[in-house]
């Protein structure tokens, strides 16, 4: 329940002064961007994997696996920065949406 003050010769309203939330933590930006994006986290999840099994592959002398791990690691980054693409594009689009008003 708020005080409404309004003046009298400008019929101006007044609010009380309320303090402005507390700044996010980086544990809760992290999760709030997962739930946003949720491909970014599981295209970096398949470019490590990838990156990692193809080394192995290479250090084990496996030289067919490696190369189709590294083709698999390049499509996996560009599915991560397709999706960080969408993710803007969708920001963006419910940004513009918050700031048009229909009368």
Excluded: C
Excluded at 41 to 53: D, F, I, Q, R, S
Excluded at 79 to 94: E, F, P, R, S, Y
Aim: aromatic fraction near 6%; proline fraction near 9%.
């Amino acid at each position: 329940q708020f005080l409404v003050m309004a003046d009298r010769k400008t019929d101006v309203v007044s609010l009380p002064w309320v303090p402005p939330p507390p700044p996010e933590t980086t544990k809760q930006k992290f999760v709030r961007k997962v739930k946003e994006n949720p491909f970014v986290p599981l295209g970096l999840l398949g470019t490590v994997a990838a990156l990692t099994y193809g080394l192995a592959s290479f250090k084990r002398g496996h030289v067919q696996m490696s190369q189709y791990m590294m083709r698999v690691r390049v499509l996996a980054q560009g599915a991560t920065v397709g999706a960080i693409l969408i993710g803007v594009g969708v920001t963006a689009m419910k940004t513009s949406q918050k700031t048009i008003k229909p009368n």
